[in-house]
């Protein structure tokens, strides 16, 4: 998959979220990236997607804040070698975690519901 056909099928996702959750995304940038950097995946274990900033239900006096961040990795996502069907559901699957994240949902409640 090239990476505009990346980027697009990412848009669609997002495009695609039910209204609720929309109205629940505060001060967010979604971005694509090829890989991840050594910072950011350390164990070098192929991270799909990271989330970078406070969750909201950690905010306080959130005013003027810096956007949160999703990052989705192209690369790791591609070298699953999945076929396209099953890569699509893939990045849906990290988008809608990172995006857990962001709404305050933790690893171990995603783990519950079955999102991990």
Not at 2 to 9: A, I
């Amino acid at each position: 998959m090239t990476p505009g056909h990346f980027d697009d099928l990412v848009d669609r996702i997002l495009e695609d979220l039910p209204d609720w959750v929309l109205d629940e995304v505060d001060n967010l940038v979604v971005v694509v990236e090829e890989e991840p950097t050594p910072e950011q995946d350390p164990t070098g274990n192929g991270l799909l997607g990271l989330y970078e900033g406070v969750n909201k239900a950690e905010r306080g006096d959130y005013w003027g804040a810096m956007p949160d961040r999703i990052t989705i990795f192209r690369g790791p996502h591609l070298r699953l070698g999945l076929s396209r069907t099953a890569l699509k559901a893939e990045v849906r699957t990290t988008v809608l975690h990172e995006l857990a994240h962001h709404l305050g949902i933790d690893d171990d409640r995603l783990h519950e519901l079955g999102w991990d």
